[in-house]
């Protein structure tokens, strides 16, 4: 069995191999146009294949649940018309009890396991592509060089962009240009001119040098724990959005947990900047003098920088408060379930 089990996993092992070596030939050609314009593309195309498999890949189950959620909404709402409001109240709160709640967790979950298959395992097999294909020794091979992007820091000192960072800002500004065409309904034509002219505005920059990682507390690398702290502050704000579009903030509960993504948004803020100063930029020096005292000094000699730095270490200040408002939010929602399934009347009426 063991022999059998190591057979399939060399079987495995070679497929990856052929799909890596079909996708260097295919995008071989684009290597001309440097680094930057190749990862992008297939940035794109990565894109691309997700919006085409969460098209086409659908469940039976997925479209039962929706259609049963779909249903139970649709009812709720008819019941929020009742003439007497604390009636149209009472029956809402029945119906998301008696089942509006679990076919909503249930439809959710289940469209969460089809984007992980449509949206994320693309995102991260194409993720896993680029950084072998393009790693420190392809870079020096391919185009003489070990990085893709370099910029200048505050401080002077080069800042650097390797080929797995530079494929996530890729697909975030995709996702971003995607969703601001969709926003505001830009026609076809007018999308494709800003999709072109944005590249071309790339293509001016021309940087020089790169250096893929570094660390930030071994073995974690600064680059994915930034993109981390991005990953979830904007998380926060779509949840933030989705709460107040379903008008879920008028509940206690839920505009408690409102306030605790807030402050979980400001505290990845105050989060990034601190480790973009010292970590990643390096402008502010931090030296520990002993067990009570720090001795702060900015690269350039700013006292301003310095303050600021001081200050954005009190990152505790957003992010407790963003604990209490959740621990709150949470107890007011159980609260309110459970008196509601306790109320005479409310059982009645169930």
Same mark, same amino acid.
């Given at each position: ?55 086409? $890949? ?38 998301? /009890? %008696?089942?509006?709640? =679990? ?22 097999? $194409? *993720?896993?592509?680029?950084?072998? %294909? ?6 020096? !091979? ?41 926003? *505001? ?5 007018? %999308? ?19 250096? %893929? ?32 579009? !379903? ?8 505009? $408690?947990? /409102? ?20 970590? /990643?930029?390096?402008?502010? =020096? ?8 720090? =001795? ?11 303050? #600021? ?11 407790? &408060? ?11 929602? #159980? ?8 109320? &005479?009347?409310? =059982?009645?009426?169930?």
């Amino acid at each position: 069995m063991e022999d059998f089990l190591d057979i399939v996993w060399f079987k495995i092992i070679d497929f990856f191999h052929y799909i890596s070596k079909l996708l260097d030939a295919v995008f071989s050609p684009l290597n001309l146009l440097g680094p930057g314009f190749t990862i992008f593309t297939i940035a794109l195309l990565t894109v691309v294949i997700t919006k085409i498999l969460t098209g086409i $890949f659908k469940t039976r189950r997925y479209r039962e649940l929706k259609k049963e959620f779909e249903h139970w909404f649709n009812i709720r709402q008819e019941a929020l018309k009742c003439d007497d409001p604390e009636k149209a109240k009472l029956l809402a709160k029945n119906i998301d /009890q %008696a089942k509006l709640n =679990q076919v909503y967790w249930d439809y959710f979950l289940e469209g969460f396991l089809i984007s992980l298959v449509t949206r994320l395992l693309p995102i991260f097999l $194409f *993720f896993a592509y680029v950084n072998k %294909a393009y790693q420190l020794e392809n870079l020096i !091979k391919l185009f003489g060089r070990e990085y893709v992007f370099k910029f200048t820091g505050l401080n002077g000192e080069p800042f650097f962009v390797g080929a797995g960072l530079w494929f996530v800002i890729s697909i975030l500004l995709i996702y971003l240009c995607w969703f601001i065409i969709k926003r *505001f309904t830009l026609q076809k034509q007018t %999308a494709i001119a800003i999709f072109f002219l944005s590249i071309f505005a790339w293509g001016v920059i021309n940087p020089d040098h790169v250096l %893929a990682t570094q660390s930030h507390g071994a073995p974690e690398g600064i680059y994915a724990h930034q993109i981390a702290h991005l990953f979830f502050m904007f998380s926060m704000g779509f949840f933030i959005h989705w709460l107040r579009d !379903k008008k879920l903030v008028k509940e206690t509960g839920w505009r $408690f947990i /409102q306030y605790a993504a807030f402050f979980l948004i400001l505290w990845n803020i105050d989060a990034f900047l601190v480790h973009l100063l010292d970590d /990643q930029l390096g402008v502010v =020096q931090v030296l520990k003098i002993d067990s009570s005292h720090i =001795q702060l000094s900015a690269g350039n000699g700013s006292n301003s920088l310095e303050t #600021l730095f001081y200050f954005a270490k009190f990152d505790h200040l957003f992010c407790v &408060p963003a604990l209490l408002f959740l621990y709150s939010g949470l107890r007011h929602l #159980l609260k309110a379930s459970h008196s509601e399934i306790t109320r &005479p009347e409310n =059982q009645r009426n169930g």
